[in-house]
C-alpha cells in the first residue's frame, strides 16, 4: 500500500481543543477516535514508508512532532528528521527530492 500525503501531519494533536480528553465537552482525541485503524496490524501490513521532514522553524512543527510521536505509540515504523529553514517552497522541494526515491526501491 501506498499513501503519499504532503503534510504536517493530524491538526489538534499538539494541544488544541480537539485533542482533548474522550467523553470531555469537545468529544474524543483523533487518536481515540481513530484508535481501530492505527492498531489494525492488517491495515499496516502491506504499508511501506511513513515519512515526515520539517523545518526547525516551521510553524507546524509541534504537529508533525506531535503526529510522529502518535505513530510511533501505535507501532508505526516512522521516518522523521528535522532540517533548518521553515514552512517554505525550498523544504518542500528539498523534501520531495529526498522522499520521492524511496517511492521507488
Sequence with gaps: MLSDCFRSGVFGIPGRRTNSAPGSATGPTWEARHREALDNRKLKRGLKLVWFATGKDDFL???????????????????????EGAHTWINWRNYLHEFAPLLFR
Excluded: G
Design 61 to 83: 512543527i509541534k504537529t508533525s512532532q506531535a503526529t510522529v510521536e502518535m505513530l510511533k505509540k501505535h507501532e508505526f515504523d516512522v521516518s522523521y528528521r528535522e532540517t
